[in-house]
Antibody, heavy 122, light 107 residues
Framework: QVQLVESGGGVVQPGRSLRLSCAASGFSFSSYAMHWVRQAPGKGLQWVAVIYFDGSGSTESYADSVKGRFTISRDNSKNTLYLQMDSLRAEDTAVYYC?????????????WGQGTLVTVSS | DILMTQSPSSLSASVGDRVTITCQASQDISNYLNWYQQKPGKAPKVLIYDASTLETGVPSRFSGSGSGTDFTFTISRLQPEDIATYYCQQYDNLPVTFGPGTKVDIK
C-alpha cells in the first residue's frame, strides 16, 4: 500500500536551515508529482511546493512565501522527496506534510504522510 | 494569487441532516477544484477532485458540484464520523491555494 513517511522536523533557530525528507513506498515514485503542504498550529492548509516531470525534465514551483528560501528535490533511486529549508522564520513554524499528486491529475493530493513538526524559535 | 473563500466557517447539524458548504474563487477556475476532509490530529483526506469526481473509496453521501467561481460540497446525510474540517483547494493557477476551512460538528 502507498506510504509516505516524513522525517527531519524539529526546533530550529530563526535564520538556520533544516532538511525534511519523505520516504515513499508502495507506488512508482518517479511517475508522480510530489508536493509539500504545511499547516501552522491551529490554522489552515498552505501549499508549499511541487516537483514533477513534464516530459522535458524536472519542474519545481513554490509558494511566494518560501520562494528563494526553500528547495524541493527528489531522489527517484531512493524513492525520497526532500525539502531544504533555509533562512527559516518564525512564520515557517508548522506541520509539514508530503503528499502525492493524484492519479488523474497531479494537482489533488491523494496520499499524505503523517506530517513532521517544524518549530522556528530562538 | 487566487483567493478561495468558504462559507460558513463553522456549522452544527444533526445526524442525518443534509450539510452544504460553499466555496468561491476570486476568478474563474473552471472545474479545477478539490475538496478535503481533515480530522483533528490527522492528515487531510481527499474526497472530491475536479469539482465533482468522487475519490475511490469515499462514501457516496459526499458530493461536489460547480464550475467557474462557485462550488458546492454536500454531505447528504451527516454521520458522526463526518465531524471534521473541510477545505476546498484550487489548482487552476499556481500557487495552489486552499480555502480557510469549514468546521462541521454535531448538534
Amino acid at each position: 500500500q502507498v506510504q509516505l513517511v516524513e522525517s527531519g522536523g524539529g526546533v530550529v533557530q530563526p535564520g538556520r536551515s533544516l532538511r525534511l525528507s519523505c520516504a515513499a513506498s508502495g507506488f512508482s515514485f518517479s511517475s508522480y508529482a510530489m508536493h509539500w503542504v504545511r499547516q501552522a498550529p491551529g490554522k489552515g492548509l498552505q501549499w508549499v511546493a511541487v516537483i514533477y516531470f513534464d516530459g522535458s525534465g524536472s519542474t519545481e514551483s513554490y509558494a511566494d512565501s518560501v520562494k528563494g528560501r526553500f528547495t524541493i528535490s527528489r531522489d527517484n533511486s531512493k524513492n525520497t522527496l526532500y525539502l531544504q529549508m533555509d533562512s527559516l522564520r518564525a512564520e515557517d513554524t508548522a506541520v509539514y506534510y508530503c503528499a502525492r499528486g493524484g492519479d488523474s491529475n497531479g494537482w489533488y493530493f491523494d496520499y499524505w504522510g503523517q506530517g513532521t513538526l517544524v518549530t522556528v524559535s530562538s | 494569487d487566487i483567493l478561495m473563500t468558504q462559507s460558513p466557517s463553522s456549522l452544527s447539524a444533526s445526524v442525518g441532516d443534509r450539510v452544504t458548504i460553499t466555496c468561491q474563487a476570486s476568478q474563474d477556475i473552471s472545474n479545477y477544484l478539490n475538496w478535503y476532509q481533515q480530522k483533528p490530529g490527522k492528515a487531510p483526506k481527499v474526497l472530491i477532485y475536479d469539482a465533482s469526481t468522487l475519490e475511490t473509496g469515499v462514501p457516496s453521501r459526499f458530493s461536489g458540484s460547480g464550475s467557474g467561481t462557485d462550488f458546492t460540497f454536500t454531505i447528504s446525510r451527516l454521520q458522526p464520523e463526518d465531524i471534521a474540517t473541510y477545505y476546498c483547494q484550487q489548482y487552476d493557477n499556481l500557487p495552489v491555494t486552499f480555502g480557510p476551512g469549514t468546521k462541521v460538528d454535531i448538534k
